[in-house]
């Protein structure tokens, strides 16, 4: 495959640039006492306003139940989520952040409010707009082919 038409490098300049990202955020983040897996599922949960099942975050998160199971254990134990019997089905739960969870979401938020500032301090208002309008086009496209795997 050849590596020089804009087609050729997408994927690769996109992995590459993602890990980069990832693995920025990680390291900022740790410096706050969140580990790269753990901070996720507590910004997701805060998004979601909370009272979510398990398999709801996971989809939002894009793990696997199993491996979220794990990571709510942790962040449990930590004192910065809760389960809730759902009023609706006995057999489910539903997460809900604490009062230590929320205080550790606006911390985590911060960090990656400055972190991503910095990281993108290069692009313009108008360069990362068409960036982000291009990257919904792609994900949006990605769905669909995704569903029709289905």
Same mark, same amino acid.
């Given at each position: +495959?050849?590596?020089?038409?804009?087609?050729?490098?997408? /994927?690769?300049?996109?992995?590459?640039?993602?890990?980069? =990202?990832? &693995?920025? %955020? *990680?390291?900022? %983040?740790? /410096?706050?006492? +969140?580990?790269?897996?753990? =901070?996720?599922?507590? @910004?997701?949960?805060?998004?979601? /306003?909370?009272?979510?099942?398990?398999? *709801?975050?996971?989809?939002?998160?894009?793990? *696997? /139940?199993?491996? %979220?199971?794990? %990571?709510?254990?942790? $962040?449990?134990?930590?004192?910065? $989520?809760?389960?809730?019997? *759902?009023?609706?089905?006995?057999?489910?739960?539903?997460?809900?952040?604490?009062?230590?969870?929320?205080?550790?979401?606006?911390?985590?938020?911060? @960090? $990656?409010?400055?972190?991503?500032?910095?990281?993108?301090?290069? $692009?313009?208002?108008? !360069?990362?707009?068409?960036?982000?309008?291009?990257? !919904? &086009?792609?994900?949006?496209?990605?769905?669909?082919? #995704? #569903?029709?795997?289905?």
């Amino acid at each position: +495959m050849r590596h020089d038409t804009p087609l050729s490098r997408f /994927g690769f300049v996109f992995s590459r640039t993602a890990r980069r =990202w990832r &693995r920025e %955020l *990680d390291l900022r %983040l740790a /410096g706050i006492g +969140m580990a790269d897996a753990t =901070w996720p599922p507590l @910004v997701h949960l805060s998004l979601s /306003g909370g009272g979510i099942s398990q398999k *709801d975050l996971a989809e939002r998160v894009g793990i *696997d /139940g199993s491996s %979220l199971v794990r %990571l709510l254990d942790i $962040l449990s134990e930590r004192g910065l $989520l809760e389960r809730r019997p *759902d009023p609706g089905d006995r057999r489910s739960r539903q997460l809900y952040l604490t009062p230590a969870g929320k205080a550790a979401v606006r911390r985590i938020e911060e @960090v $990656l409010e400055r972190t991503e500032h910095e990281m993108l301090e290069d $692009l313009g208002h108008d !360069d990362l707009m068409r960036l982000l309008e291009a990257m !919904d &086009r792609i994900d949006r496209r990605i769905a669909r082919m #995704q #569903q029709e795997e289905r």
